[in-house]
């Protein structure tokens, strides 16, 4: 009785920390993605607007931030309204179960930019987000999602589990944290960097504001 109570405990302490199964979530879109200097910029140089978002795959807040507001930025992305720049990076290393998953599923987020998917693959990671805290999907897991999304070739598979983008993502990390102008003021009078970090323009946007895309768009005129 005892070692079946045990046993019965551990998988299910092993059921709660696993990741939901990692399943394509295909994104329609007509608007360019390109990779730059570890970014990855999406949509027209020419659009009158200019959003850089800094996100970590693992963030429940990011989650939370793609759900409600990723539908409006990609209407105007294919519009050509608005260009982002989105800055994806490994804030959260430590929190998954092993650590790492951040910087894992970060640049293989990248290597879908290079495949041509990013749109499709970054929208996958945050639907089927692991738990903070638990265990985050394997390189097997991201690498058969790129397959799943339509990314043929070796090329994706070996940059998947090289960690080809590692050192973009780390520098992304870098840069967000050593920039005064994207902290914000904590508890205590202190200072911090968090995600998700929008900003329009050099100002960081309140996200407790549902309108502030289409504030932004009317303010550039």
């Known amino acids: ?3 079946a109570t045990v046993i019965g405990g551990v998988l299910w302490q092993r059921s709660r920390s696993a990741p939901p199964e990692l399943a394509p979530q295909q994104v329609a879109t007509d608007y360019p993605v390109r990779l730059d200097n570890g970014m990855v910029v ?3 140089d020419d659009a ?4 850089d978002i800094y996100e970590d795959m693992l963030c429940p807040a990011c989650r ?7 539908a409006k930025i990609e209407q105007r992305l ?7 720049r989105y800055h994806v990076l490994n804030l959260l290393d430590d929190k998954s179960n092993p650590p790492g998953y951040s910087l894992d599923s970060g640049a293989a987020v990248l290597c879908a930019a290079d495949a041509g998917l990013f749109p499709s693959y970054h929208a996958s990671l945050f639907t089927h987000q692991p738990r903070e805290g638990g265990r985050g999907h394997s390189l097997d897991q991201l690498v058969q999602l790129g397959r799943d999304l339509g990314i043929s070739g070796d090329t994706f598979d070996r940059c998947v589990r090289d960690g080809t ?7 992304q990390l870098q840069a967000a944290t050593d920039n005064p102008a994207l902290r914000r003021a904590g508890p205590g009078g202190g ?4 995600t998700p970090t929008v900003v329009v323009g050099g100002t960081i946007i309140d996200l407790s504001n549902e309108s502030w895309l289409d504030e932004a768009i009317r303010a550039a005129g």
């Open 1 to 3: 009785m005892l070692a």
């Open 42 to 44: 999406a949509g027209s």
């Open 48 to 51: 009158k607007v200019t959003v």
């Open 64 to 70: 939370n931030f793609e759900q409600r507001d990723a």
């Open 78 to 84: 294919d519009a050509g309204t608005v260009r982002v």
């Open 165 to 171: 983008h590692k050192d973009a993502v780390r520098a």
């Open 191 to 194: 200072q911090y960097f968090g």
